[in-house]
């Protein structure tokens, strides 16, 4: 028997949930986005669970509940963080890829977000420490480092080019 109650199908034979909760144990896609983008904020901010939970009479666990999607975060919930961690609401629901939305219209798995390089912890400690240069000059020239770097690491996975589409620089000096 299935029947409809404030937008949730829920199927009685199978007890499963509509894609608003969980499905087959699995966080909703958009409850992972949500919780992934208060880790941000709180990381960027310098902020442990401890001293956001505490700001809001939570424990860390469950500030890290609302991290990994385990728990979803409620409306006024999600006020509160915004006030805490000094962001609009709207922040938690920027950068929503596609395929989180789609995933959780279709009850897929979560979006898993190891891959991109903007939730890894390793890239908030890069933005922190660059900040952290205070002489304009030589933060720009450490950006401009980093792209160049990045650039040839791009060329040097690319296939080896063709010999007669070496330009005379290239031909004159082969270690560029």
């Not at 240069?133 to 792209?147: G, Q, S």
Request: hydrophobic residues 30%; aromatic residues 6%.
């Amino acid at each position: 028997m299935n029947y409809t109650h404030d937008n949730e199908d829920i199927d009685e034979d199978k007890g499963e949930r509509s894609v608003r909760g969980r499905i087959n144990g699995k966080p909703n896609p958009i409850d992972v986005h949500v919780g992934g983008r208060l880790r941000l904020r709180r990381t960027l901010l310098g902020l442990s669970q401890q001293k956001v939970g505490d700001a809001l009479g939570l424990t860390f666990q469950q500030v890290q509940k609302y991290e990994r999607g385990a728990n979803r975060i409620g409306a006024s919930r999600l006020w509160d963080l915004s006030g805490v961690l000094d962001c609009p609401v709207s922040f938690f629901f920027e950068e929503m890829n596609s395929d989180a939305a789609n995933a959780a219209k279709k009850a897929e798995s979560p979006v898993n977000d190891i891959g991109d390089p903007m939730s890894r912890r390793e890239t908030l400690d890069l933005v922190r420490a660059y900040y952290r240069i205070t002489e304009e000059p030589v933060r720009r020239r450490i950006y401009e480092l980093t792209k160049s770097l990045g650039a040839a690491d791009s060329v040097m996975q690319k296939p080896e080019m063709d010999k007669s589409t070496e330009t005379s620089d290239e031909a004159a000096n082969p270690q560029m």
